[in-house]
């Protein structure tokens, strides 16, 4: 029997889960629960991402307390948000949640850039301003410090896979939510961050769900997988359909 430890953080709350596989049937047990909550401060309104860490942590714990041998880690979380990692491989500053009042009227700006129809042709996205686009080019506008100190942009399960494993690798789904990712070619919208006159350095390696980043730097060293990072994504996965069958998903 193999046993996996998923993680599902939501915008108000996340969760850890063990799902157990055996003869083609999954059972799954809840381990642990903890709640979601931005903090907001005078600059602006941020994710408490280190209670976040902690409580993933904590989540590894409850699943070693049973006794349980565990064959890999997933993490799926909301989409757009982002954490910047800087050469040292520490995170620059605190993520910013995707309601931060520094996006109002980013996308005017972008679209002063380059034209809506363009970013649409780039992207195929649904044009709003909680979109990581907008996110990054309001650091630019604002002169954010950390921007240019960047390594890498980590969507916000690819920075706990980071943390996990120390590699850093863009999952596709999460990689969809940004607004800089080309659908057709499965990779970077880099022209259209050229465009902007941001660093496209920091994008990292893009990479399908499903792909084995490493294993975790704390003993065991569980195996740890990109599974559908972004949480819409992988509760499209999950809908149990088979094959041709008629079935519809909606958001």
Not at 152 to 168: I, K, Q, S
Not at 177 to 200: C, H, I, S, V, Y
Request: charged share 20%; proline share 6%.
């Amino acid at each position: 029997m193999s046993h996996y430890l998923a993680f599902d953080l939501g915008a108000e709350s996340g969760r850890a889960v063990v799902g157990s596989l055996a003869e083609g049937r999954l059972v799954i047990t809840e381990r642990h629960r903890f709640p979601n909550t931005p903090v907001s401060v005078s600059a602006g309104l941020y994710w408490d991402t280190l209670r976040l860490w902690h409580e993933i942590r904590q989540g590894i714990d409850a699943a070693f307390r049973d006794g349980i041998a565990l064959d890999g880690i997933g993490i799926d979380t909301w989409g757009v948000d982002y954490g910047l990692v800087g050469s040292d491989g520490g995170l620059c500053a605190n993520p910013r949640h995707y309601r931060d009042p520094r996006n109002n009227g980013m996308m005017e700006k972008v679209f002063a850039m380059v034209p809506r129809e363009q970013v649409f042709e780039y992207t195929g996205v649904q044009f709003m301003q909680i979109n990581t686009l907008y996110q990054i080019y309001a650091e630019k506008v604002g002169g954010s410090p950390v921007l240019g100190s960047a390594k890498r942009l980590l969507n916000m399960p690819d920075l706990f896979n980071y943390w996990l494993t120390g590699e850093a690798w863009s999952e596709a789904t999460i990689a969809s939510t940004t607004q800089f990712f080309n659908p057709a070619t499965m990779t970077w919208a880099t022209e259209l961050f050229k465009r902007l006159d941001l660093p496209g350095e920091i994008l990292a390696p893009i990479v399908p769900p499903g792909t084995l980043l490493g294993k975790t730097l704390d003993e065991p060293h569980i195996p740890v997988y990109a599974t559908a990072g972004h949480d819409t994504a992988a509760a499209v996965a999950a809908v149990p359909v088979e094959g041709g069958a008629n079935w519809c998903y909606i958001s």
